[in-house]
């Protein structure tokens, strides 16, 4: 009794995007089936051309695709949920696609619009989803918007991602780094980036500096009371030593402490 529910349990669901479908997407990780998608090669042509020539030249000459007998493609090293959800956004099954969406959602299917460079279909979408994470841009575990808002062709957004890691501190992937995502950036972007981050922070301490360089020339007791007294307050407020303060506050933190 125990070998049917075992061979049930084996057999990968499937998931209707176009009950016409020719094509079976096969989706697991670690070159395992877990479940399949049966989609429209018209429709997915039609969205992509990474797709459009999957579907012309992935098959010998006669072999036509068909309803009767949908041809099985395994994408196994795509991310499901993610395959998913773009099948359905390319298939306009509207009624199934989230209202909102996480930045690892939304950074695994920006990755698969960069593969099958279909962007454009998926971008009315992320102006519903990014709008809820564009203002953490400069938190830990967000600096994925750079690469997100990049490829799903989102100025506007990129633009204020990109401003926002500029006057934090780290944030930015490191050119060797296992960050998925990173080699879809344009060249040189990370490098720039950093390089305007450093220019923010040394313009910084050149302004509290400045304030104080004009009292150092003058040798009063009542000079030297203000330059102590200006010292007090920067270590007060966490804003002394600057090497210190520099490496590790943002330029907003900065700014509103001052």
């Not at 313009?203 to 102590?228: M, N, P």
Request: hydrophobic content about 45%; proline content about 5%; overall charge negative.
């Amino acid at each position: 009794m125990a070998a049917p529910a075992a061979q049930e349990e084996s057999t990968p669901s499937t998931t209707v995007m176009d009950k016409n479908g020719d094509v079976l997407f096969e989706l697991g990780k670690d070159g395992n089936t877990k479940s399949r998608l049966l989609v429209s090669s018209k429709v997915l042509s039609l969205a992509s051309p990474v797709f459009a020539a999957m579907f012309t030249h992935g098959f010998r000459e006669g072999e036509n695709l068909s309803a009767s007998s949908p041809r099985l493609i395994p994408l196994l090293g795509d991310d499901p949920a993610a395959l998913t959800l773009l099948c359905k956004i390319l298939h306009f099954r509207t009624a199934d696609i989230p209202m909102t969406l996480d930045v690892t959602a939304l950074a695994n299917l920006a990755i698969l619009c960069d593969k099958y460079d279909c962007a454009g279909c998926v971008k009315p979408w992320s102006m519903l989803w990014l709008p809820e994470w564009v203002p953490h841009a400069d938190e830990d575990g967000f600096e994925r918007l750079l690469f997100i808002t990049y490829v799903l062709d989102l100025p506007d957004a990129f633009s204020r991602v990109t401003l926002a890691l500029s006057k934090t501190v780290g944030g930015l992937p490191k050119a060797d780094a296992d960050c998925a995502g990173y080699d879809i950036l344009p060249q040189g972007l990370i490098d720039q980036l950093r390089e305007k981050q450093r220019e923010l922070r040394l313009g910084v301490c050149r302004a509290i500096e400045t304030t104080i360089s004009a009292w150092l020339q003058i040798a009063c007791c009542d000079h030297r009371s203000v330059v102590g007294n200006y010292f007090q307050s920067l270590y007060s407020v966490g804003l002394w030593p600057l090497s210190d303060v520099t490496s590790r506050l943002k330029v907003a933190d900065i700014q509103a402490r001052i």
